[in-house]
């Protein structure tokens, strides 16, 4: 069993920063892909950023610049480094971890941008 814990979401004003966490826990042997989504009210999840394990990276277009993904892989935890943030940026975050050829899901947390 594989839990994951998100932290970090909030209400922030645009132009704002928020550093969101996911920590994973229990039956781990290695992580290979970390990975941030996100969904929007009415829009399909999406892709914002992903690592592999030897810390090659790949962000969305649409936050390239602003967000930086990174992990931690004594503490089998992954970040992201949200700046600038913008009104469109509001939607849940998702991290998803895949491990031994699975996927995991964290529970989401919200992300919110005021204008």
Known sequence: QVQLVESGGGLVQAGGSLRL?????????RIN?????????GKQRELV???????????????KGRFTISRDNAKNTVYLQM???KPEDTAVYYCKIDTAGRFYWGQGTQVTVSS
């Open 21 to 29: 966490s996911c920590a994973a826990s229990g039956n781990i042997f």
């Open 49 to 63: 950023a992903a690592i592999s394990s030897i810390g090659i990276t790949n962000h969305a277009d649409s936050v």
């Open 83 to 85: 700046n600038s943030l």
């Open 33 to 41: 892909i970390m990975g941030w989504y996100r969904q929007a009210p």
